[in-house]
């Protein structure tokens, strides 16, 4: 069973810092491009972050650039974003996301078949 489990939201005020976290299971992760996502009450599902396979390859959103930072662990099977100076905007329930039939490092949410629960995070003013 193909799965991700994202872990380590929260809430933290503002200018603070979170690491999220993803497992994967259930197929080759070392294989696949990863993704992180996030959505706000009533916006779209925004990408913010993408890595390749081998993790040296890494693209980043303008609202995010300079602040998460994307990485993975092919052994573990584990994604990881971690994300400083946090703003209020940063607000939403964020996604980790796995391409694993084709390749490429893209931020459109469709070209990801693989999708994890969610894990909440909130920023304070």
């Known amino acids: 069973q193909v799965q991700l489990v994202e872990s380590g939201g929260g809430s933290v005020q503002a200018g603070g810092s979170l690491r999220l976290s993803c497992a994967a299971s259930?197929?080759?992760?070392?294989?696949?491009?990863m993704g992180w996502f996030r959505q706000a009450p009533g916006k779209e599902r925004e990408g913010i972050a993408c890595?390749?396979?081998?993790?040296?390859?890494?693209y980043y959103a303008d609202s995010v650039k300079g602040r998460v930072t994307i990485s993975r662990d092919n052994v573990k099977n584990t994604l990881d974003l971690q994300m400083n100076s946090l703003k209020p905007e940063d607000t939403a329930m964020y996604y980790c996301?796995?391409?694993?039939?084709?390749?490429?490092?893209?931020?459109?949410?469709?070209?990801?078949?693989?999708w994890g629960q969610g894990t909440q995070v909130t920023v304070s003013s």
């Open positions: 996301a796995a391409r694993t039939r084709r390749i490429g490092c893209g931020l459109g949410a469709d070209l990801y078949d693989v």
């Open positions: 890595i390749n396979d081998n993790g040296d390859y890494t």
């Open positions: 259930g197929y080759t992760y070392s294989r696949s491009y």
